[in-house]
C-alpha cells in the first residue's frame, strides 16, 4: 500500500520550539550570571534587576495598549492576568546585567523604559527592532549620566567602596587582573559580566539545546583573541574581561537584529570582534562590546543583502561555463 502524501504550505521544515520556549531557555541560561552578581553585590543588585524588569513591562504594557496591539484592563492589569511577557523580561534583565550595581534605580528605571519604548515598540513590537534594545537603554544611560555609569563597586564588601574595572586597570594603570578573578567574578563591573565561568554555562546550555548559532559567539569570541595576540595583547585576559562574554552569547544572537545565514553571522562576529580590540586599544573606552554590537546591528540588513543562501535545487553558474557560451 502506497504511503500517504501529506500536503502543506510552507515552511515543511519545522521546529516544536516555539517563541516563548526560546525565551525561557534564555532566562535559564542567563539565572547563573544573574545568582552569582546578586551573591557578589548584595541585595542592591537584585533591586536593580527587579527594577529593570518591572519598568520594561510596564512600559512595553502602556505602549501595546496605544498601539492597539493589546486588549487587556487595568483590572487584568492588577489581577496579573497578562500573556506572558517572556520577551520583555528577558530585555529588562539584559540591561540590568549591563548596569553598575550602584546605579541609582531611577536611573535604571528610565533606562528600561528607553529601551522598551525607543528601541522596541517604536519599531513596531516584538521582531521588528534593528537594534539590540537593552543596549540601546545601556547607550543611552551610558549618555545621559555617564559618572553613575562609570562608577563601579567592589564586590563582596556590599558597601559604597568604589574601584576600577580590569579594563580600566588595564587600561588606565597597566594592571592585569588575575585569570581567576575574572573566572569567577571577584572583581568590579556590571552586575552579570563580572563570572566568566556562569556566563560560559548560559552560553553552552544554549548551544546545547541549539537556541543559538555557535557562529556568532566563537567567532566573536575568537577574533578578540586573535587580533588581541597579534597586537602584542593578553588575548585570554580580553576574553575573560569585560562584558565579552555577555554579548558574545545572549545579544549578538539576538534573531531580530543580527544575520539569518551562517556566513553572515560568522561576518557579524568578526567585524563586532575588530570593533571591541578597536575601542578597547585606541578608542577612549575601555570596553567596546556594546557599540560593537551595534554598530553592527545597522550592518544587518548590508551583510542580509549581500550574503544569501544558495536556492535549493538550483545550481550556481560556473563562471568558465558562462563564459564559453558568449
Same mark, same amino acid.
Given at each position: 500500500?502506497?504511503?500517504? #502524501?501529506?500536503?502543506?504550505?510552507?515552511?515543511?521544515?519545522?521546529?516544536?520550539?516555539?517563541?516563548?520556549?526560546?525565551?525561557?531557555?534564555?532566562?535559564?541560561?542567563?539565572?547563573?550570571?544573574?545568582?552569582?552578581?546578586?551573591?557578589?553585590?548584595?541585595?542592591?543588585?537584585?533591586?536593580?534587576?527587579?527594577?529593570?524588569?518591572?519598568?520594561?513591562?510596564?512600559?512595553?504594557?502602556?505602549?501595546?495598549?496605544?498601539?492597539?496591539?493589546?486588549?487587556?484592563?487595568?483590572?487584568?492589569?492588577?489581577? *496579573?492576568?497578562?500573556?506572558?511577557?517572556?520577551?520583555?523580561?528577558?530585555?529588562?534583565?539584559?540591561?540590568?546585567?549591563? *548596569?553598575?550595581?550602584?546605579?541609582?534605580?531611577?536611573?535604571?528605571?528610565?533606562?528600561?523604559?528607553?529601551?522598551?519604548?525607543?528601541?522596541?515598540?517604536?519599531?513596531?513590537?516584538? &521582531?521588528?527592532?534593528?537594534?539590540?534594545?537593552?543596549?540601546? &537603554?545601556?547607550?543611552? *544611560?551610558?549618555?545621559?549620566?555617564?559618572?553613575?555609569?562609570?562608577?563601579?563597586?567592589?564586590?563582596?564588601?556590599?558597601?559604597?567602596?568604589?574601584?576600577?574595572?580590569?579594563?580600566?586597570?588595564?587600561?588606565?594603570?597597566?594592571?592585569?587582573?588575575?585569570?581567576?578573578?575574572?573566572?569567577?567574578?571577584?572583581?568590579?563591573?556590571?552586575?552579570?559580566?563580572?563570572?566568566?565561568?556562569?556566563?560560559?554555562?548560559?552560553?553552552?546550555?544554549?548551544?546545547?539545546?541549539?537556541?543559538?548559532?555557535?557562529?556568532?559567539?566563537?567567532?566573536?569570541?575568537?577574533?578578540?583573541?586573535?587580533?588581541?595576540?597579534?597586537?602584542?595583547?593578553?588575548?585570554?585576559?580580553?576574553?575573560?574581561?569585560?562584558?565579552?562574554?555577555?554579548?558574545?552569547?545572549?545579544?549578538?544572537?539576538?534573531?531580530?537584529?543580527?544575520?539569518?545565514?551562517?556566513?553572515?553571522?560568522?561576518?557579524?562576529?568578526?567585524?563586532?570582534?575588530?570593533?571591541?580590540?578597536?575601542?578597547?586599544?585606541?578608542?577612549?573606552?575601555?570596553?567596546?562590546?556594546?557599540?560593537?554590537?551595534?554598530?553592527?546591528?545597522?550592518?544587518?540588513? #548590508?551583510?542580509?543583502?549581500?550574503?544569501?543562501?544558495?536556492?535549493? &535545487?538550483?545550481?550556481?553558474?560556473?563562471?568558465?561555463?558562462?563564459?564559453?557560451?558568449?
Amino acid at each position: 500500500m502506497p504511503a500517504e #502524501l501529506i500536503v502543506s504550505h510552507s515552511p515543511h521544515v519545522r521546529s516544536d520550539a516555539s517563541i516563548d520556549t526560546i525565551f525561557y531557555a534564555v532566562i535559564i541560561a542567563l539565572i547563573p550570571a544573574t545568582v552569582c552578581g546578586i551573591y557578589l553585590f548584595g541585595i542592591r543588585a537584585l533591586y536593580v534587576i527587579l527594577v529593570c524588569i518591572s519598568s520594561a513591562m510596564l512600559t512595553e504594557y502602556v505602549a501595546m495598549r496605544l498601539m492597539g496591539e493589546m486588549e487587556l484592563s487595568i483590572d487584568d492589569l492588577l489581577h *496579573l492576568r497578562l500573556p506572558p511577557p517572556t520577551g520583555v523580561i528577558i530585555t529588562g534583565l539584559l540591561l540590568a546585567l549591563c *548596569l553598575p550595581p550602584n546605579i541609582p534605580l531611577w536611573m535604571a528605571a528610565i533606562g528600561a523604559a528607553f529601551a522598551v519604548a525607543f528601541a522596541k515598540c517604536a519599531f513596531g513590537g516584538l &521582531g521588528h527592532n534593528i537594534f539590540n534594545p537593552a543596549l540601546v &537603554g545601556r547607550a543611552f *544611560l551610558m549618555a545621559s549620566w555617564p559618572v553613575a555609569m562609570t562608577t563601579w563597586t567592589k564586590p563582596l564588601t556590599y558597601d559604597a567602596i568604589t574601584t576600577a574595572t580590569p579594563l580600566g586597570l588595564w587600561k588606565m594603570q597597566d594592571i592585569a587582573t588575575p585569570y581567576m578573578d575574572l573566572a569567577l567574578g571577584n572583581v568590579s563591573g556590571s552586575i552579570g559580566e563580572t563570572s566568566a565561568i556562569a556566563l560560559l554555562i548560559g552560553g553552552i546550555y544554549l548551544i546545547a539545546k541549539r537556541y543559538i548559532d555557535w557562529r556568532t559567539p566563537l567567532s566573536y569570541i575568537g577574533t578578540v583573541a586573535v587580533l588581541a595576540f597579534v597586537l602584542g595583547q593578553d588575548p585570554i585576559f580580553h576574553i575573560l574581561a569585560g562584558g565579552l562574554f555577555l554579548g558574545a552569547f545572549f545579544m549578538a544572537t539576538d534573531y531580530v537584529t543580527t544575520p539569518i545565514t551562517r556566513k553572515g553571522r560568522i561576518i557579524f562576529g568578526v567585524g563586532a570582534g575588530i570593533i571591541v580590540v578597536v575601542i578597547r586599544l585606541i578608542g577612549g573606552y575601555p570596553e567596546g562590546v556594546c557599540f560593537s554590537i551595534l554598530l553592527m546591528n545597522a550592518f544587518t540588513p #548590508l551583510i542580509d543583502r549581500h550574503v544569501r543562501p544558495q536556492v535549493y &535545487g538550483v545550481k550556481r553558474k560556473s563562471f568558465f561555463v558562462s563564459s564559453a557560451n558568449k
